[in-house]
């Protein structure tokens, strides 16, 4: 920690100050002590408040604890279980029917819908690529993904393969037919574009035909050497490039050279789970970026094939209707911010008894004021059209930590001078104790709710954590493929609908975790629009593009009509999370078992703690790249805890697997120069030690998050340097 400076009675790193009063409060309308009073005066109300909601967390979790001692698994006692919740206040009573009243918001939370990034905000370049996701190419994405086979004549190459070339026209070509397509014919046929009479015309060899729905096409523009037509269908766009003289145009019968689509409609730029941010030095870069993105002046400067590139937020694209007039589409993802949750402090802000402040105070206060600078805009390049702050509010149990968290926003827009209801809401339904009374959690956060989102990840971890003594766990795979998940994720939908979200606020789902397999994501995430989701999240731009196909095969908006009457799934579905008969289980797949998580959890956690990378591509065991986060790590973790508890595993055998696993992990990383071996240092290794407290302490974490040990041993290592 550096030194602290008294602000209002609250003790500040230095840092924290330099940031807020030399950057963030210039051009803010807010004055230095209007900010620190309104801080301060937010550890006064809430800081007692959140120490008493995750004494509540700790205390429930005992009972239940005891519960599952003295009654073993849930299976045949559904329930004595729903009236032993109700009893101590995990369940509440269910508020009557209602619909939210959030008011106006921006149309990419209301009214269309897409894909949807999450990105480290941490990382510039990162948060600037995300940002400008809103358009990708869809040439790119077939091109460069396994979307297409590689093989033979297919294989991409060191440059452009023509063949490969003419595989993604066809694929486009199709896309294009299905979901814009011409009075006869096919767009694979169409020898150029050109637009008359307000009119979209193609040429054929059998003469000039239009788009079978006319109105399809929305506007264009012409350039010097390319012309671009812009085509709408779901409320999604897409460009057609036209440009013969373009080395890829002028290979293509009608010298498209691109077809880019209206990809990532939001962004959460992430301060928490994808973020390594311990201390003062760590979260003055985190805001410093929000605020630059906010303002948009943010740019990065890196090298990249030799070239220097600085890379900035993208401009919004202007067009000409078919009948002349200009208009202007927005060139960037809706940026939404996600803050902490309530379990962690933060050492950069301490009150006058020298305690840490709840590092989520801190976050509201910081996250919004940046917002002010885009909030004050009156045109120019804006984020928020509807003048809104779109605030992601992670690992929430119940509806009195929903309603907590709206009070803080109320706090924050009073010191702040805005308007009530300003701060908009997501809620992470990501806790059981969040899915049990989702109605309720809704209820509390009425007025601000923008959206409800799934975390199956963090959903499952603390499913396992929640129920610990319930009894062994299956294997991961058996328990994605168990029925609580199917009724938690359908109940997340039904219950959005009938408090009325559907054309007001966005149901989510959660993440496809292989950035490498876009074609079986491709076969697979359809269903997720299809269930009546208006956002999901992907890996990386690229899947943001393919993704977007999906919301042009799939009419959410019809989808969650559908599905509106449906029935709800019940509570005993929600709680069915299996036991498995671990004498079933042969010793040869506990013990592949116990390595791939051993080997995730060394893989992700020798990131965080030795160069605080909160979020990446980690090798698995077989050497699958997947996005690992805390929330993954969370499962792992708890998985190895739950075994340990119930005798499955042994702690010998634990860290003989860990021992061994250390080796396998400096083998997938022995090409970065900046990576420090665990095999071998296994005393002095800090990302080592940390991995095993995780698995092995896993039962005694506040409701096996990781976020205390990981804090703690990254401090431990920044300290060391």
Known sequence: MGQSVDRMGLLVDQQLVDFIENEALPDSGVAADRFWGGLAGMVTQFADQNRRLLATRDSLQVRIDDWHKTHGAIAGQEIEYQEFLRQIGYLVDEPDDFEIEPGPMDPEISTICGPQLVVPVSNARYALNAANARWGSLYDAFYGTDVISSDGDLAPGAKYNPTRGAAVFLEVSKFLDEHFPLATGSHGHVMGYRVEDQ???????????????????????????????????HGLHVELVSDPSHPVGATHPASLADVVLESALTTIQDCEDSVAAVDAEDKVGVYRNWLGLMTGTLKDTFEKGGKTITRELAPDRRYSSPRGAGFALKGRSLLLVRNVGHLMTTPMVKDAQGREVGEGLVDAAVTVLCALHDLNKSAGMRNSTAGRVYVVKPKMHGPEEVRFACDIFGAVEEFLGLEPNTIKIGIMDEERRTSANLKACIHAA??????????????????????????????????????????????????????????????????WAMPEEMKAMLESKGGQPNQGANCAWVPSPTAATLHAIHYHQVDVFAAQ???????????????????????????????????????????????WIDQGVGCSKVPDIHDVGLMEDR???????????????????????????????????????EGDPLYQPMAGHFETSIAYKAAVELAVEGVSQPSGYTEPILHRRRAEHKAAR
Not at 479 to 498: C, F, P, Q
Not at 634 to 649: F, K, M
Request: aromatic share 8%.
């Open 199 to 233: 009119r979209l015309l193609c040429k054929t060899r059998d003469g000039e035909v239009g788009l079978k729905e006319p109105g399809q096409f929305v506007g264009y523009r012409n350039e010097e050497k390319r012309d671009v037509f812009v085509l709408r269908h």
């Open 446 to 511: 009425r007025f601000r709710l923008f959206f409800i989102n799934t975390g199956f990840l963090d959903r499952t971890g603390d499913e396992i954590h929640t129920s610990m003594w319930a009894g062994p766990v299956p294997p991961k795979a058996e328990i994605k493929s168990a029925d609580w998940i199917t009724a938690y994720e359908d109940r997340n939908v039904m219950i959005g609908l009938g408090c009325g979200l559907s054309g007001v606020a966005q149901i989510g789902k959660g993440m």
């Open 561 to 607: 009509k559908r599905r509106h009457n449906e029935e709800t799934p019940g509570l005993d579905r929600l709680f069915s999370m299996p036991v498995a008969n671990t004498s079933e289980l042969a010793a040869d797949a506990i013990a592949k078992e116990l390595e791939n998580n051993a080997q995730g959890i060394l893989g992700y956690v020798v990131r």
């Open 631 to 669: 929330a993954t790590l969370r499962i792992s973790s708890q998985h190895i805890s739950n075994w340990l508890a119930h005798g499955v595993i042994s702690r010998a055998q634990v860290d003989e697997t860990f021992q061994r696993m250390a080796a396998v992990v400096d083998k997938q990383n």
